[in-house]
């Protein structure tokens, strides 16, 4: 039963009563004659009361017939005795006798014309005539049909709501469950209808509810492992519960813990007012599948894989391009998990150079080689010890380093280089990658042994451009944000805008979707963003071309544009950026609107090896190459309050300023 006929199934008694009762459609207390009337004082009230017909009834009220117009006209023609008793003329019963609590649908088969509406005692109260009855159905035809169109309304409504919503009886037997609910569960809608609901919805109490009757608004419900805010709102007809609403809104924790955040910010600023020397307490908001926005049926696939995942104790790959979330995915999974005590670290395999590699995953002991700090360094696996170890990019690890981490996983037990003593692990490892593994191990790039120890259980994002759905609800996720962020008003997209987003290929993925939204807020003034403001190689890959900001394009990926002027310009848009930020290469990659590992992997392919220096010297950025050793220095001023670049030229510039002296 869908929701709308168990609506319905309230309403048809309601609608049987109003609109289809004999009692909605009748003439109460009528004109009538009575058969000991002359057919001449008969058509004397005919005539004054203009009717068609009259009921005619006997001393008890109780009908014995009915006068018509046309009865009368065939006397006068005919019979032409004006004195004649109505009630000798009235020879068959050309009526029918009907209650008030009939039915429409009950008489609408009798075959006469006028329909004579009686009490208990038989007594006359009402007449009917067959165009009344034919109005009265056709009501209702209409009204069915108009209310068939609310039921695909309905649909549409329920199917489109972001939140899951789910309708029990009063039994607590599922009669509605919408499409985001099937999605979260994974049990498809007409697996859960006409279930009792503790069957499909884990923790739920909407069948306890329903018989309470009390309505519980933004209560907590924790459904495969995760804390989500559920409202139940009892259904009431006339006065007994029918039923029970369940939503469940996805994006409520976070939020929540958000204005908690909010909250414990301007408290401790308070406090801080009031003792200046007070230690700030540290307190974050865990990444929880929550904040993982998106409504495409991929996304919810992946949660629900990754909500399952957060329960098991296997290594977990998580592949899929740049930008699409593995690592949001990978921290949710951490605190989804029986380590989420412990602590999350990650390290990112492609920023590593390869002689590091060991120190920065095993740690090393006081004195273990030249350069090691006093007391050793703990490694990543101790760091991460009873916590999550996240190997980012574990594709760019060497061959010689994946000997050694298949060797840790095997054994779970880590040595410091240079140290004798074994620690026991107890370390989740979750791995990520945007290549595909099995291509490299086919290619001897990727060891074998290693793919199947880390993929255990495989994760796999799509690309945003396949989960279109996803782009509506990250706009305004992220518009919010900024604003937020920024503290401007709140800004708006148009429909065009959101189309030409939808339509957009999206390479870099959320990542660069999110980016385009920050810019797009930070730089167009007003409240409305429209496709005149979207970046050039948006408007020219989605063919919303309009006006295009060129403030904004401008400043679109630096680096794209670059590239277009080749590796020269593109090299040193990097030198310039690494030292705007004085080597910061997070800092760094963000200027130049790229993620921080695409920047290591061109430091890479360009041989930039960056070395920090103090103010006031001239930066020295050494590229070895096979013609020359020197190719690129920039000179600083340090002095300013910003480190800005005067100059950028090369060796050959260099030799010819010492010879100008
Ligand atoms: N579904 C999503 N909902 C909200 N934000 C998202 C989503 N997916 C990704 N993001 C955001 O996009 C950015 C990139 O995400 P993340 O770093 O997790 O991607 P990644 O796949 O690990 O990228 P890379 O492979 O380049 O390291 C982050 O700011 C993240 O918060």
Known sequence: MSIQHFINSFDEAIADEKLLKVERWMIPNPYFIRGDYTISEAAQVVDQLRVDFMPVVDKMNRPI????????????????????????????????????????????????????????QDKLIGVLEREDLIKGLSKYVRESIESENNTGILRVILESAYEGIAVVDDQGILLEFNEAYSRFTGIKREDAVGRPVTEVIENTKLHITVKTAIPERGVL????????????????????????????????????????????????????????????????????????????????NVKRLARKTAKSFAPVLITGESGTGKELYAKSIHNLSSFSSGPFISLNCGAIPEHLFESELFGYEEGAFTGAKKNGKPGKFELAQNGTLFLDEI??????????????????????????????????????????????????????????????????????????????????????????KFQTPEKMFTSAAVSA?????????????????????????????????????????????????????????????AKSLGNEREKELILTALVQTAGNKSKAADQLGIHRTTLYQKLKKFNIRYTECSPNTTIYIQKCSVRTTFSSYITVNAHSPYWHVICIYTCEDKKRRNQDG
């Not at 008793?85 to 009526?95: G, P």
């Not at 981490?405 to 990658?433: C, D, F, H, P, S």
């Open 395 to 484: 594709g760019e690890m060497p061959l010689t380093m994946q000997i050694k981490l298949l060797r840790v996983l095997q054994e779970k037990e880590v040595v410091r280089i240079g140290g004798v003593k074994n620690y026991e692990m107890n370390v989740r490892i979750i791995a990520a990658t945007n290549r595909n593994l099995m291509e490299m191990v086919e290619m001897g790039e990727f060891r074998e042994d290693q793919y199947f120890r880390i993929n255990v259980i495989e994760l796999p994002i799509p690309p945003l451009r396949k989960r279109k759905e996803d782009i509506p609800p990250l706009i305004s996720h992220y518009v919010k944000e900024v604003c937020n």
């Open 65 to 120: 017939g009915v006068l018509t117009t046309k009865l009368l006209l065939h006397h006068f023609l005919i019979n032409k005795n004006m004195d004649e008793k109505v009630l000798n003329q009235i020879s068959e019963q050309n009526f029918s006798q009907v209650r008030c609590d009939d039915t429409l649908l009950d008489i609408h088969l009798l075959s006469c014309e006028h329909f004579l509406v009686v009490d208990e």
């Open 221 to 300: 419900q924790n459904i495969q492992g995760q804390s989500m805010v559920v409202h139940r709102i009892p259904i009431w007809n006339k006065d007994r519960i029918v039923g029970e609403i369940g939503m469940l809104i996805f994006e409520g924790v976070t939020e929540l813990y958000h204005m908690y955040e909010r909250l414990q910010k301007n408290k401790i600023r308070e406090e801080i007012r009031e003792q200046p020397f007070m230690v700030k307490s540290q307190q974050t908001v865990k990444t929880t599948l929550d904040q993982i926005v998106g409504v495409s049926e991929s996304t919810s």
């Open 501 to 561: 987003f939808m339509n957009y290929h999206w390479r870099g993925n959320v990542r660069e979707l999110v980016n385009t939204i920050e810019k797009l807020v930070t730089l167009v003034d007003g409240t409305v963003i429209d496709t005149h403001h979207l970046p050039y190689n948006m408007v020219k890959e989605t063919g919303h071309i309009s006006g295009v900001s060129d403030e904004l394009n401008q400043k679109s990926n630096l680096l794209d544009k």
